[in-house]
């Protein structure tokens, strides 16, 4: 059997990966997007930007190779190796609409491309039990939602992924949250909106070795963890939308598996006005009166 016959890309429907520019310097294929500048190098360059100028994201892979002089199915894969494309069908026309397409866009490259029209249906599938203050994460359930995300007031027997959002530390619901999270083989995910940027942590995957109890005993008792904020936030904070787009993406990487080593059993903290990120590790409190009761 030809490559040409056993291609697995040949059949998906590849569109940009929003490149604002492509072309050849000094004879390697140059391409710049809104994350990265990628810059291709070896023979064959030319059928590569040829390829993109093409790309539609509504034309099949196996007829651009058509319109292309040159192409190969080996410059459609390199196109996908390069994270310069993604299948089309990834992403759906609600999420489009809902403005949370290009928080799959980052995440895509982790996820064999073979596999990435299935993703609207994966999403489908899952759910999210949501602890807490919703209102600040109001158009994070949204976009989920037109996902195809199932999202509740925390009462999914089995949910996928627990959200707590706090707007106050120790809120009444972390509790709760916890004992969803200990019950099911759902991944746990801690937000809170600050005075000055936002809290994202711990990330807590069904085998973690801390819970939430853990990390307020541990906290409380030692600063050395991170402190805890308290103020409580009032009004729409310049760094609100981009506290929804990051919790977001966040969200859909849980959902896919796709947790970022960064955020495993750790904090985030991002400061928007010191411009500043720090990722304090979370440890198990010793004899614990959750962990120690399971």
Not at 1 to 13: A, P, Q, T, V
Not at 63 to 74: F, G, I, K, N
Not at 168 to 195: F, G, M, P
Not at 253 to 274: A, C, G, I, T
Request: glycine share 6%.
């Amino acid at each position: 059997m030809s490559k040409d016959d056993n291609s697995g890309l040949m059949d998906s429907r590849p569109a940009l990966y929003s490149p604002t520019g492509y072309g050849i310097h000094d004879g390697e294929a140059v391409v710049r997007t809104p994350h990265t500048v990628k810059t291709l190098q070896g023979a064959g360059v030319e059928p590569l930007i040829a390829l993109l100028e093409e790309i539609d994201g509504d034309t099949a892979a196996s007829e651009l190779r058509e319109r292309v002089a040159d192409a190969t199915p080996d410059h459609i894969d390199a196109l996908y190796a390069h994270d310069l494309v993604y299948d089309a069908r990834a992403i759906s026309a609600d999420m489009r609409a809902a403005d949370c397409g290009h928080m799959l866009e980052s995440l895509l490259p982790a996820i064999p491309p073979e596999s990435h029209h299935e993703v609207p249906a994966r999403l489908q599938s899952l759910s999210v039990a949501v602890f807490g203050n919703r209102d600040t994460v109001s158009s994070v359930l949204s976009r989920l939602q037109a996902a195809g995300v199932t999202v509740t007031n925390g009462t999914t027997a089995e949910p996928d992924a627990v959200l707590l959002s706090e707007q106050l530390e120790r809120s009444e619901s972390w509790d709760r949250a916890n004992e969803q999270w200990i019950d099911t083989d759902a991944t746990l995910v801690k937000s809170r909106l600050t005075a000055t940027g936002w809290r994202f942590g711990p990330v807590l995957t069904p085998t973690a070795p801390a819970c939430v109890n853990c990390v307020y005993s541990r906290v409380d008792a030692n600063k050395a963890g991170g402190r805890l904020y308290t103020e409580t936030v009032t009004g729409e904070p310049p760094h609100w939308r981009a506290y929804v787009d990051s919790l977001t993406e966040l969200l859909f990487r849980v959902l896919l598996k796709q947790v970022p080593r960064y955020l495993d059993e750790q904090f985030v903290v991002y400061d928007h006005y010191e411009q500043t990120v720090e990722t304090p590790r979370v440890f198990a409190l010793p004899h614990c009166e959750v962990c120690d009761g399971i």
